[in-house]
């Protein structure tokens, strides 16, 4: 059996290596020398100078047009219109809003150079963290540590999936490159402190021939100038991004949205509505809540009646409802609707208290006045006590409200009932007294002219406008949705029930005993 040669030592091949790539640059590096002598001798050398200068002035121009100049440290950086959308479709609540906005200002004022390091790396991602924290719970001594160990372990898992993403599709072999390779790169590192010492001699060596060397410095100068013009663009745009990516995991580990599971989200019904539906003997599934309100008689039963034919009450539909009274609601291309009637509101403290709590537990609100009345007091002293209460949580999102203006048929001329109108621009009397009520109750309530839909159910057969009322509430519904999703979580995430404990309990059991079996030495 014969025995392998012994392999050569680390130092003959590092050795052997640096031969080979000497003897293969040496050639190739004597080109510069003694083309620069040939060009002299034969009285071209000015003209390749000025040529080299004209180059480089034409790349230079070209980069300072391509690369955008890079944003200084600011104060204070308010969100851009992409990133209040993101925060919008993410259906953040104010209060994490807030939080986005501090993580943007925070990446605006950031210096690009605190990323070179490990260290100012580290810091840096622990500032953004803080910022989010202090934030989301400003009266906590001990902001950082608001979280459940099974929220920690959420937010790792979310980071190492984006970052494995990242790896995967942005760096150059990052699907090859193993651990070892990537630490044998960084023990290298050094080498390129090494290559800029030698490169400093050959700096000095070629001063042999000067005028060579001038327009071979003048070129890498100015090259230097826009590589560095263009790292320090791309550094600005990496610490932005990194600032963001850490706030970003931070409103959803310090907000509680990792507290709820994604299943327990998909199945969870509030009590409000088990209650609704258990009077209706319906399948249980979390709808959206609509509430309809506004005062006696403003016609909120007829505009429930008119948006669903064949809604299905709890209770017989009385002329005037004296209790909240729960419709289900079905359109082809809409979500599954609960719709809330409610009692015509007064001066009742206890009756507004009771709207404002439904209020709180609806994702949707249909306000409804008539056009013809001028008491709109009670609305106006209503839409506040509620802007109000939403304003007051932070965690929440203010449902979208919708104003419906009822009874436009009994405007003057009281007569004249002819749909439809022209209300936008139209000369009739009938539709400018309609413009003129529509505009008089968007001032008096707080929304803009356009806002208000009027409508007219004096026929319940064939109801006038009721078709733009469905097209308001389409366009109200992904902001009713993230509505919907932070009531949800907020409930869900501050259950606390002994069923779960008991589950917890017995989870925990298992996995003693589990324990126990596989190791039965310890038992003993």
Known sequence: MTESPPRQPRARRTASLILIAFGLLVPALSLIPLGSIWLWQNGYLIYWTGFALAAVLAVYVTQRKLLPEPAAPQTEQAPTSIDTDMASKLGWSPIEEQAWRDVLALAGRTD??????????????????????????????????????????????????????????????????????????????????????????????????????????????????????????????????????????????????????????????????????????????????????????????????????????????????????????????????????????????????????????????????????????????????????FAARLNRRRPPVILVATHIDRLRPFSEWSPPYDIGSGEQEKARNIRSALEAAAHDLGFDAAEVVPVSLVDPAAPYNVEQVWQQIAEALPEAMRAQLLRCLHDLKDAWTWKSVWSQASGARRAIAGSLRRNPARSK
């Open 112 to 389: 690009p150079t605190r990323i070179a390091s490990t260290d100012g790396l580290l810091k840096l991602g622990q500032e953004a963290i803080e910022t989010v924290a202090h934030r989301l719970h400003p009266g906590r001594t001990d902001p950082l540590w608001q979280f459940t160990t099974p929220e920690a372990l959420a937010i790792i898992e979310r980071v190492s999936r984006r970052l494995r993403a990242f790896v995967l599709d942005s760096v150059p072999f990052g699907d090859r490159l193993t651990v070892a390779q990537a630490l044998a790169l960084y023990r290298w590192r050094d080498a390129i402190g090494m290559a800029e010492r030698a490169y400093d001699v050959w700096r000095v060596i070629r001063l042999i021939n000067p005028a060579t060397a001038a327009a071979q410095e003048a070129r890498e100068q100015l090259s230097k100038a826009m590589m560095q013009w263009g790292r320090d663009a791309v550094t600005r745009r990496l610490t932005e991004a990194y600032v963001s990516e850490i706030g970003r995991a931070a409103i959803d580990l310090y907000g509680g949205r990792l507290r709820v599971r994604s299943d327990a989200l998909a199945s969870y019904v509030s009590p409000e509505t088990a209650a609704d539906q258990d009077a209706l003997s319906q399948h249980r599934a979390e709808p959206l809540r609509i509430l309809v309100a506004g005062q006696t008689s403003a016609g909120k039963s007829s505009l429930v009646n008119a948006l669903a034919r064949e809604a299905k009450a709890a209770t017989d539909t009385l002329p005037t409802t004296s209790a909240f009274t729960p419709y289900l609601l079905a359109r082809e291309g809409f979500p599954a609707a609960l719709v809330i009637d409610s009692p015509g509101i007064g001066n009742d403290a206890s009756a507004l208290g009771d709207l404002m709590e439904e209020a709180t537990d609806s994702d949707l609100v249909l306000w409804v006045i008539g056009a013809h009345r001028a008491d709109r007091e009670p609305d106006r002293k209503a839409l506040e006590t509620l802007r109000l209460n």
